[in-house]
């Protein structure tokens, strides 16, 4: 039976080494195999229940029964072979890739089982590639040749010089024109700078002329001089006053014991009345400046120079009225501790005269 369905699959043109993996059951025998087993009895039955009406039935032969199994088996092998072609191509790329291996296990008078065993492809081991010889660079050779010589040194030497004389004309040539700009500059200008020149001795002249014929320019340097003596002598008869006042009582066999008292007190009212006139004649100053100057602004607006050198005069002495003020004032309380040191040392005088101190 084995050699009948043998012969039988290999007269059709398909041998048995070139068929695919088949898929099969839990029992070991193929799905296609089974179903066609199935069919063949259907068929057998239902043709002895047809012929079982005209004439007795007759028992199959074991030639007839071995080419319906070798039939079914190849006829399901050939449908499970369209079912596989429908695989997806990762299971077909598989099988491409690797080696398979179809072996014949069991061939009996039932089924044909199929053991298949597969390899798959070797991978080549990434190997590290070797680095590169390395390649002997060679070292430029020096040559003696005088024509080699100035083959290589003419090209440098020549775009040395070729700059050097780009840089030297372009520095001439920016010279040239910031010259020419400046005398042009000043050519345009001379003129403009004589006629302010002029201007400047002009105002310089008026403005001493002014100061020459005007009364303000004559009293001023009185005043800003007797500023001067006034504040040093005020500073020594101060310093006078304190010394007398810290003294003790008089001698009494002097003929004149206060005299000093009396001459201190003198001085100390001729320095402040100074002062109070002092201050009068600047304050006088001031207010007879300050219109004339406002005056000139207006009617001549080529005064105003003159106008700026007086408000910057009267700006001085008015500075000035404060100190003027506060000297006053010192004066006045060295006047007061005179005062009172000259009572004191009458008083004590009396005393003595009369016996009274020890």
């Known amino acids: 039976m084995s050699e009948k369905s043998g012969v039988s699959s290999t007269t059709r043109g398909r041998p048995v080494t070139a068929k695919p993996l088949v898929n099969t059951n839990r029992s070991g025998t193929p799905a296609s195999a089974s179903s066609a087993s199935v069919k063949s009895k259907s068929r057998s039955t239902t043709a002895s229940a047809s012929g079982s ?33 429908s695989e997806p191509s990762s299971v077909r790329g598989a099988e491409a890739e690797g080696e398979s291996e179809i072996k014949v296990t069991k061939l009996s008078s ?35 040749d005088p024509l080699q010589v100035a083959a290589q040194a003419y090209p440098w030497m020549f775009m040395s010089t070729t700059l050097d004389a780009c840089f030297k004309s372009a520095e001439t040539s920016a010279t040239n024109k910031i010259e020419a700009r400046t005398k042009e500059l000043d050519e345009q200008e001379a003129g403009i700078s004589d006629q302010r020149d002029r201007l400047e001795a002009e105002r310089a002249i008026q403005f001493y002329d002014e100061l020459g014929s005007d009364m303000f320019a004559k009293e001023v340097p009185a005043i800003m001089q007797l500023f001067h003596s006034h504040g040093d002598s005020c500073d ?18 002097d003929e004149e014991p206060l ?35 406002d005056n000139a602004t207006a009617d001549d607006s080529t005064k105003t ?4 050198a007086r408000n910057q005069i009267i700006n001085i002495f008015s500075a000035c009225l404060p100190v003027l003020r506060a000297r006053i004032a010192n004066l006045s309380m060295a006047q ?17 005269s009369m016996g009274l101190t020890d």
């Open 236 to 253: 020594k008869i101060e310093r006078d006053a304190l010394k007398l006042a810290s003294r003790g009582s008089p001698d009494p066999n």
């Open 259 to 293: 005299k000093d008292y009396n001459n201190m007190l003198d001085d100390l009212e001729s320095l402040q009345t100074q002062a109070t006139d002092l201050s009068n004649s600047i304050t006088k100053l001031t207010s007879q400046a300050t219109p004339a100057a």
């Open 336 to 352: 007061e501790l005179i005062d009172s040191a000259l009572e004191n040392a009458s008083l004590s005088l009396r005393m003595e």
């Open 305 to 308: 120079d003159e106008s700026a």
């Open 110 to 144: 039932t089924t044909v089982t199929l053991q298949t065993s597969w390899t798959p492809p070797s991978k080549p081991v990434a190997s590290t590639p070797a680095p590169p010889p390395a390649s002997n660079e060679q070292q430029p050779t020096r040559t003696s």
């Open 53 to 85: 009406g005209k004439r007795p039935p007759r028992p199959p032969s074991a030639n007839s029964i071995a080419s319906s199994k070798s039939s079914a088996s190849v006829s399901g092998s050939r449908k499970h072979n369209k079912s596989i072609v």
